[in-house]
C-alpha cells in the first residue's frame, strides 16, 4: 500500500489517522513531540519542525506522497521538495494560496470571484487612504499566519488606522486592508479533487464564529436557498480546479446582507481558504457518507473519491474551547454525566492540555432539524469544557423544566 505522510501533527493529522485504518493506511506523521494530538495515536510518527528542510526531506523519503495538517510550511522547502521529485499534494503553487492572504486575495481578482475590495498596505498612508476611500472600519490583516481571530484588526477611524499600521510594520508584519462587508452570516463549500480531476462536495454549512473562532457549525446551513447554494460550490470546485488544489478545500464565504435591490443574484464574498481537512468539515465524521478526513486521503491518493450525502437531515458540530478556568472535575467523569445525559451524541477530544479558549476537542449531534439539535450540541460542548450545565435548556433543545 502507499504510505501518506502528514506533515504536522495536531488534531487534523489525528482524526486523519483514524480515517485512514478502514482504507488499510497507516498515516505517517511529522509531528513536533510525542504530546502532539496525532503523535499519541499514530505508530508511524517522525519528530522535526516544519521550517527544518533536513526534517522534511527525511520524512518525505518515507512517504509516497506528503500531505498537509497546517499550511505553515515555507514554499521554498517544499518546492525544493517537487524539484527533488517527491510528490506533494496539494502542491506549493497551489498551497500558496492558503498561505498568504494577498496572493490569495490578487489570484481570486483576476479569476472575477467575488471577494471585498482590498489593498496591500506598506505604509500607515495606504491604510487611511482605503478606510477613507471604503469607509471606516476596515479589516486589517498580516498575510501571512493568522489563524482563529489572530493576525485581524478593524481599526475604526483613521487616528486609529495609523496607529496600528505603524506599530505592526515597525515589527514587521505584512499587511493588507479589506473593505468591512455588511453580512448576514459566514458559509463554508468544502469539496475535494483529486489530481485525477473528479470533485466532490459536501453540503454549504453555516458556521458561528465568537471572537474569531469558530464555535458552531450547521450542516446544511439552515435556509440557504437552493441558487446560493449551488453558487457556493461552484466557487469552490472553480478555485479548485484553476489552482490545481489536490485534497479537500474549504472555501469560507460571508453571505452578504441584502442591500434592498430586487436583483434576486446569490450575496456571497470569499472570506478565507484552507487547503487541508477544516472545522467546517468536521461534523462529516458521523453525519456524511465519506468523511472528510477519508475524502482528503483519497484525493492525495487518486482514488475515486467517495459518497458525501448526509445520513440524517441535519449535523451540528460544536467545539469544545478550553474554559476561563479549568475545572476539577476530571474529564473522564465530565464524559460519564455527559453520555448519561446525551446517549446521542458523538464526542471527539484531541489528547489536548485545557486552556482558556484553546480547541481540546468537539462533539456532534445528528438529528431532524439544526434548530433543534444546535442547543443541544452547544450544551453538550460547554458541559466538556466548563463541567457546568448552562440554563435555559432541556436535553431536548427547550426551555429548561
Known sequence: MPVVGMIGGGQLARMTHQAAIPLGQSLRVLAVSPDDPAALVAP????????????????????????????????????????????????????IHAQDKLVMRTRLRELGLPAPAFSEVQTPDDLIRFGE????PCVVKATRGGYDGRGVWMPADADEARKLAEELLAAGTPLMV??????????????????????????VVETVQQD????????????????????????????AEELGVVGVLAVELFELASDGETDTAPRLAINELAMRPHNSGHWTIEGARTSQFEQHLRAVLDYPLGNTDLVAPAAVMA????????????????LHHLYARFPDVRVHLYGKSERPGRKVGHVTMLGEDVELIAPRARLAAHWLSHAVWTDGYDIHGGQQR
Request: net charge negative.
Open 212 to 239: 474569531g473562532i469558530c464555535v458552531e457549525v450547521h450542516a446544511p446551513a439552515p435556509g440557504l436557498d437552493s441558487a446560493t447554494a449551488a453558487h457556493a460550490q461552484q466557487i469552490a470546485f472553480r478555485i
Open 319 to 334: 467545539n469544545v474551547l478550553g474554559a476561563p478556568e479549568q475545572p476539577t472535575m476530571s474529564v473522564d467523569e465530565r
Open 44 to 95: 508511524g510518527v517522525s519528530y522535526g519542525s516544519h521550517t527544518d528542510p533536513e526534517a522534511l526531506r527525511g520524512f518525505a523519503s518515507e512517504c509516497d506522497v506528503v500531505t498537509f495538517d497546517h499550511e505553515q510550511v515555507p514554499g521554498e522547502y517544499l518546492r525544493a521538495l517537487e524539484a527533488e521529485g517527491f510528490t506533494v499534494r496539494p502542491g506549493s503553487a497551489a498551497l
Open 178 to 203: 479589506e473593505q468591512k462587508v455588511r453580512m448576514r452570516r459566514e458559509l463554508a463549500a468544502v469539496v475535494a479533487r483529486s489530481p485525477f480531476g473528479q470533485g466532490a462536495a459536501w453540503p
Open 133 to 136: 476611500e471604503h469607509g471606516f
